[in-house]
């Protein structure tokens, strides 16, 4: 079992930056692929980045590619989303995912564990 819990939400100007944080309890977080999406009300979950177990395989939606950057620190039981140049169009509740896996994922099917969400909001 794994328990997700997200932080690091807020609001932010245009071209700012913001960092959310996943803090994951268990023993199994370092054997577990790790993904972020977003859910703006009224439109599906949309995918935003992947990270394998080790944290060598790395994956991006076209949206934030080049803009945002997923890294983990398994000592600490943690998955961040760095987020730079934000745009209105980022505004979202943002929510960190798990499943046990040695790759990545990028379907929200694929993961077995979710967190409450964290809202991160971009003005323009």
């Known amino acids: 079992q794994v328990q997700l819990v997200e932080s690091g939400g807020g609001l932010v100007q245009a071209g700012g930056s913001l960092r959310v944080s996943c803090a994951a309890s268990?023993?199994?977080?370092?054997?577990?692929?790790m993904g972020w999406f977003r859910q703006v009300p009224g439109k599906e979950r949309e995918f935003v980045a992947a990270?394998?177990?080790?944290?060598?395989?790395?994956y991006y939606a076209d949206s934030v590619k080049g803009r945002f950057t997923i890294s983990r620190d398994n000592a600490k039981n943690t998955v961040y989303l760095q987020m730079n140049s934000l745009k209105p169009e980022d505004t979202a509740v943002y929510y960190c995912?798990?499943?046990?896996?040695?790759?990545?994922?990028?379907?929200?099917?694929?993961?077995?564990?979710w967190g409450q969400g964290t809202q991160v909001t971009v003005s323009s």
């Open positions: 995912a798990a499943r046990v896996g040695s790759y990545y994922y990028i379907a929200g099917n694929e993961y077995d564990y």
């Open positions: 268990g023993r199994t977080f370092s054997r577990c692929a």
């Open positions: 990270i394998s177990w080790s944290g060598a395989g790395t």
